[in-house]
């Protein structure tokens, strides 16, 4: 699977969220609920100070690899925090970029189980999806996966 290394800035992410893990399937069942939540109950909308129209699946606060429990928000990049939900910092840094096309679950399923086998020197401790929303067809949409890279 092609990536390529970038350097981010510090970005600011707010939303909902919930902690998970990977084991016996349940990060599957607790991030889609989250999303449904993020998606029919306005979560989006309310969000003030938005960057751009692009919203963040974001993954923190590992307590270790990815079969340990974390931290997931479904949400969007700020300008600046506000009280209308949780906020995360994505941490500037070199992160592995990967281009994913495709239906916004299984191709994104399906890379996260690609990038699990793969020998990149995560960092653990940031990695997110950035959905392009550059499609009104969700079964072929552009999402860009980042993954925190060690030093």
Excluded at 84 to 102: R, S
Excluded at 108 to 117: D, H, P, R, S, T
Excluded at 121 to 144: A, L, P, T
Aim: hydrophobic letters at 30%; aromatic letters at 12%; one cysteine or more.
């Amino acid at each position: 699977m092609k990536y390529e290394i970038v350097e981010l800035q510090e970005k600011i992410v707010e939303g909902i969220g919930v902690r998970t893990t990977n084991e016996n399937g349940k990060s599957m069942q607790d991030i889609g609920m989250l999303w449904q939540k993020f998606l029919t109950e306005g979560v989006y909308e309310k969000i003030p100070h938005k960057v751009g129209n692009k919203t963040v699946g974001l993954y923190t606060d590992y307590e270790g690899d990815c079969t340990k429990p974390y931290y997931f928000l479904a949400g969007c990049e700020v300008s600046s925090a506000s009280e209308k939900g949780i906020m995360k910092i994505i941490p500037q840094g070199k992160y592995a970029k990967f281009v994913i096309k495709g239906d916004v679950q299984k191709a994104v399923g399906e890379a996260w189980e690609k990038i699990w086998q793969m020998d990149l020197k995560r960092k653990y401790g940031c990695d997110f999806e950035e959905y392009q929303n550059n499609s009104e067809d969700i079964q072929n949409q552009e999402i860009h996966i980042y993954i925190g890279l060690a030093d």
